[in-house]
């Protein structure tokens, strides 16, 4: 078997006395799709943004795609990255975040073209067939010359998809995408997200959406207290739980 496209092994992270992660090993093999559910302040996003290089790990590792995540070896030891080796790795990370992060100022094409064109070193016509294709895939082609102010959430969420996509990332984290939607704009990003899925995206998912995460992921994990409590599929883990605090977490959520 080939080695997982993400290995969390072991990883610890503290914000002063707060231990937010407390020893998290997860694994996501290329192509499949791990949802990850749990309480807030369960340590979701620190895990995420861990992956992502937003946050450093105090103990433990990342490897994505065989590369540990905010170090690299020299002389037998490892040592931090420097930037631009962080910006390397990150590229090929894509991420979507609850509010979605468009640049307010820039223009709903410039927002999926300017990653391509600054860290890719695309043309900048190569850079907008590109980036109008995918606005074309998330219905949103009709938008391209609009600013973020003027879209939906549901829209905005859809370009930052675009925008990510436009990397062309090996790996898509997803923290949350439609907790900030009114329940009408949902089912439009899941069904991007599902369209992923259906292609073969690697992709990592905090949500809230459990018939998302029944349907489209391989694997389900449930995390409390820094914890990745159960994991397991889809069936496992959501129908039939085998930890009280699962079963407690599923009995308010669904
Ligand atoms: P979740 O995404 O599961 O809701 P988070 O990873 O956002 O959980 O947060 C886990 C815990 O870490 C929470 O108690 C939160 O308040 C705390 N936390 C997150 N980020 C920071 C930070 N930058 N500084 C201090 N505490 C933080
Ligand atoms: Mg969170």
Known sequence: MTAPLVEIMGVRKSYGDLDVLKGIDLEVQEGQVVCLIGPSGGGKSTLLRCVNHLERVDQGAIKVA?????????????????????????????????????????????????????????????????ARTLLDHVGLLDKQSAYPSQLSGGQSQRVAIARALAMEPRLMLFDEPTSALDPELVGDVLSVMRDLVSQGMTMLVVTHEMGFARDAADSVAFMAGGEIVEHGTPEQVLGNPQRERTRSFLSRVS
């Not at 930037?83 to 590229?91: G, H, L, P, T, Y």
């Not at 820039?106 to 067939?129: R, W, Y």
């Open 66 to 130: 065989g590369e540990v995540v905010g170090y690299r070896w020299q002389n037998n030891s490892l040592h931090e990255m420097r930037s631009s080796q962080v910006c390397k790795q990150r590229a090929k990370i894509g991420m979507v975040f609850q509010q979605f992060n468009l640049f307010a100022h820039k223009t709903v094409l410039q927002n999926v073209t300017m990653g391509p064109i600054k860290l890719l070193g695309l043309s900048k016509d190569e850079a907008i067939e590109r």
